[in-house]
C-alpha cells in the first residue's frame, strides 16, 4: 500500500450542495494530483498541485477547485454539485512535478442524488 | 486533443495462459506510459512502466513493450493466476512538459478462469 491517504471515503450529497475532499500525500511528496473516476472508466484528470500552486488543469468547470497546503496535503472542493459528479476521486502524489511515479490514495466515492 | 486507446474492453483467459492488453496514444510527445491495475473498490497500483528511450522492460510475469513509431505499447502478463483479475489500465504522460498528468486508456477487466 501507499502512503497516500484520502478522506472521507464514502459521501453522500444532494444536488446544489458543496463537498470538501481531503488528501494527505506520500511523505517526502510535493505535487499532488485530482482524477476522477466514473463507474466504468478510466480515472480523468482534474488538476496538479505543486507546492502550493495549480500546476496544470484537466477539463473541468471553474466549481472545481483546490488547494494544497505548506505540509502538501491538499483538498479538492467542487460546488454546485451535480447528478453527474458521483464518480470516485482519486488523489496521486509525487515526489516532484518531474517524477513520473505517480501513488495513488484509496480514493472518495461520493454519490449525489 | 490527448487521447489513449484502449482494447479489449473485456479478456477472459484460462489459468496459466497469457494475456495481452493493447494501447495506442494521440500525443506523440508522450515519454512516459505506466499500467495501472485496478482490484474492484481499491486504488489503482503501479504494475510496472515504461520510458520512451525504452522499446521493452519485463518484471517476473509482467512485461510491457513500447513501439514509438505507431504509437502502440502493449501489456503482456504470462502464466496468468486468479489473482491477476482486475481491470488494468495504460496511461501516457509527458515527463517535463507543463505537468506530468496523466491520461488513462478506457481500462480492459481481465478474467482468469481456474
Known amino acids: 500500500e501507499t502512503g497516500v491517504t484520502q478522506s472521507p471515503t464514502h459521501l453522500i450529497k444532494t444536488r446544489g450542495q458543496q463537498v470538501t475532499l481531503r488528501c494527505s500525500s506520500q511523505s517526502g511528496h510535493n505535487t499532488v494530483s485530482w482524477y476522477q473516476q466514473a463507474l466504468g472508466q478510466g480515472p480523468q484528470f482534474i488538476f496538479q498541485y505543486y507546492r502550493e500552486e495549480e500546476n496544470g488543469r484537466g477539463n473541468f468547470p471553474p466549481r472545481f477547485s483546490g488547494l494544497q497546503f505548506p505540509n502538501y496535503s491538499s483538498e479538492l472542493n467542487v460546488n454546485a454539485l451535480e447528478l453527474d459528479d458521483s464518480a470516485l476521486y482519486l488523489c496521486?502524489?509525487?515526489?516532484?512535478?518531474?517524477?513520473?511515479?505517480?501513488?495513488f490514495g484509496p480514493g472518495t466515492r461520493l454519490l449525489v442524488l | 486533443g490527448e487521447n489513449v486507446e484502449q482494447h479489449p474492453s473485456t479478456l477472459s483467459v484460462q489459468e496459466g495462459d497469457s494475456a495481452v492488453i493493447k494501447c495506442t496514444y494521440s500525443?506523440?510527445?508522450?515519454?512516459?506510459f505506466p499500467w495501472y491495475k485496478q482490484e474492484l473498490g481499491k486504488r489503482p497500483q503501479l504494475i510496472i512502466d515504461?520510458?520512451?528511450?525504452?522499446g521493452e522492460k519485463k518484471d517476473q510475469r509482467i512485461a510491457v513493450t513500447l513501439n514509438k513509431t505507431a504509437k502502440h505499447f502493449s501489456l503482456h502478463i504470462t502464466e496468468t493466476q486468479p489473482e491477476d483479475s482486475a481491470v488494468y489500465f495504460c496511461?501516457?504522460?509527458?515527463?517535463?512538459?507543463?505537468?506530468?498528468?496523466?491520461?488513462f486508456g478506457t481500462g480492459t477487466l481481465l478474467a482468469v478462469q481456474p
Open positions: 496521486a502524489s509525487s515526489t516532484d512535478q518531474l517524477i513520473e511515479t505517480q501513488y
Open positions: 500525443d506523440s510527445a508522450s515519454n512516459y
Open positions: 515504461i520510458r520512451s528511450n525504452v
Open positions: 496511461a501516457a504522460s509527458i515527463i517535463g512538459g507543463a505537468t506530468n498528468k496523466l491520461i
